[in-house]
């Protein structure tokens, strides 16, 4: 077994971090309505609710969800009550992404108790989308499975195939673990998207695109069906020590347009380059860029 990096370890990523936002336990810290090319091959609306909950008990060098999640879990009821206040609010859709900055089965997060509440509360939707580490696919997940009326996704964090880099990122996942976890979730029905890094630290820039395009292509081997291509950020305090250290440095946008133009030219699944925070490494010269990017994901053709 290899020997950890100090780097890839619980109690020095930990030692890195500034405080977490305050957030309310009874309301989503964010929600919104988007455009996205669907699996049924055109533009359809899709509300995305992030909810409020307690941190994932996994510590990935990249991650900076926790800064958005509470030290305790929520109260029963909470969740549910959550979707709702958003739902009130944003125009109807017929998917819905639940995002809970973790693993949506993961019951120190989400209680297990008010799964039916939340599936009923989706009930309108035609697909539910959700989030979890590999490791947590199992009973919680079929059960929710059955609740739902709607079409249900799990959206899972393939980060990179490079397999020392994966290990160093501090996952605790195989790709075993993976294709695993893929393989269980296609019997049952159930679409799969993967999430991956373009750049993560330990790489050159040239590493980060062959690397993300290896992951796409292994992705769809496996049976994702949507691959999201996540331009590596800063923010979380290991990645900033990380970067003074040189191990890491932001991927250019220009990177991203070769990867998603990569992953498109497949015609394996869909691709999408994560836009939601695209400032962090554009400038204002890479308008057009952005522009492409934009057009790629609404039409799933490749432009460069
Ligand atoms: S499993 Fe996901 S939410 Fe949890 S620490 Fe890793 S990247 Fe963050």
């Known amino acids: 077994m290899n020997k950890p990096d100090v780097e890839s370890t619980d109690e020095w990523i930990l030692a890195q971090r500034g405080p977490r936002n305050a957030v309310d336990p009874s309301r989503p810290y ?3 309505n988007e455009r996205e ?5 055109r533009l359809e609306d899709v509300s995305t ?23 305790e879990s929520v ?13 009130d609010r944003l125009p109807p859709a017929p998917h819905i992404k639940l995002y809970n900055s973790g693993n949506f089965f993961d019951p120190n997060a989400i209680p297990e108790c008010d799964h039916e509440a939340i599936a009923e509360s989706v009930s309108c939707f035609d697909t539910v989308i959700v989030e979890s580490h590999p490791k947590m696919i199992g009973r919680r997940c079929f059960a929710f499975r059955e609740m739902l009326d709607a079409d249900m996704h799990v959206a899972m964090g393939l980060e990179t ?3 020392e880099v994966l290990r160093r990122l501090n996952k605790r996942m195989t790709l075993d673990d993976f294709s695993t976890a893929v393989r ?3 019997k049952m029905g159930v679409g799969v998207r993967a999430f991956i890094l373009l750049r993560p630290p330990f790489m050159t820039e040239s590493e980060g695109i062959d690397w993300a395009k290896r992951s796409i292509e292994w992705a769809f081997e496996q049976g994702v069906e949507c ?40 015609h394996a699944g869909r691709v999408f380059a994560d836009l939601w925070d695209i400032a962090e490494i554009a400038r204002d010269k890479d308008r057009e860029a952005i522009n492409r990017l934009n057009q790629m994901n609404r039409t799933q053709i490749p432009l460069v």
């Not at 090319?37 to 091959?41: G, I, K, Y």
């Open 30 to 32: 964010a929600f919104l």
């Open 37 to 41: 090319f669907s699996h049924r091959s």
């Open 49 to 71: 609710v992030f909810l409020t909950n307690s941190e994932c008990p996994f510590r990935c060098l990249m991650c900076d969800l926790w800064k958005n999640t509470t030290s």
């Open 75 to 87: 109260q029963p009821g909470q969740i549910v009550e959550q979707i709702r206040f958003a739902l």
């Open 161 to 163: 195939i490079h397999p």
């Open 184 to 186: 269980l979730l296609r």
């Open 227 to 266: 691959c999201t291509i996540i331009p590596t950020r800063a923010g979380n305090g290991a990645m900033e020590t990380l970067a003074r250290s040189g191990d890491f440095t932001p991927p250019a946008i220009a990177s991203l347009e070769e990867v998603v133009a990569r992953g498109l030219s497949l």
